[in-house]
């Protein structure tokens, strides 16, 4: 049987999964070292990945979410800053993500998983589904509510849209 490479083209893997770490534990070189770390196991257990599971991403993800899951819990999450910016901006700007990683801190631990699969690993309502093994929409239903409270927490009206497949961004 031909075996399939579930790291012959790394680099996308790598963004998404840094984008979620971040999300879970904050920027930075914590992030960067888990994200290694995922590929480190990644490589050295390569022969597991059965593509009949899903797709390489996913595999990847839930050996981060594993490392995350064995980690104390006290990082924060960090939000990154854009980097042009006039200084009036650049106040504002850095005011509301503290407010945000504030808020996303006070969520449930699901609450923040499932936005940091959403939005830092940009996955589908559908990868999401596959990842937590739940039906497409119940993570739906999930994602609106855990950003109800995150919106109730941080006192703002509007709602990010939940992407559903096949979408634009």
């Known amino acids: 049987?031909?075996?399939v490479d579930p790291l012959r083209?790394?680099?996308p893997l790598i963004r998404?999964?840094?984008g979620y770490v971040a999300y879970r534990i904050g920027d930075g070189?914590?992030?960067e070292d888990l994200t290694?770390?995922?590929f480190v196991r990644a490589l050295r257990y390569r022969k597991s990945f059965d593509p009949q599971k899903g797709e390489p991403l996913a595999w990847l993800i839930g050996i981060a979410r594993r490392l995350i899951e064995g980690r104390p819990p006290t990082l924060e999450l960090a939000i990154e800053v854009p980097e042009q910016t006039d200084a009036g901006?650049?106040?504002e700007v850095t005011l509301?993500?503290?407010?945000l990683s504030a808020a996303v801190s006070q969520l449930e631990p699901r609450d923040r998983d499932l936005i940091a699969l959403r939005y830092g690993?940009?996955?589908t309502a559908r990868q999401i589904a596959e990842e937590l093994d739940l039906k497409t929409n119940a993570v739906e239903v999930a994602l609106h509510r855990a950003l109800g409270r995150l919106r109730a927490t941080i006192g703002e009206p509007g709602d990010p849209p939940v992407r559903k497949e096949g979408t634009a961004r």
């Open 1 to 3: 049987m031909l075996r």
């Open 9 to 11: 083209n790394p680099e």
């Open 16 to 18: 998404r999964v840094y």
């Open 29 to 31: 070189p914590d992030a």
């Open 36 to 38: 290694s770390e995922t």
């Open 89 to 91: 901006d650049l106040e």
């Open 96 to 99: 509301r993500r503290l407010a």
């Open 121 to 123: 690993a940009d996955l």
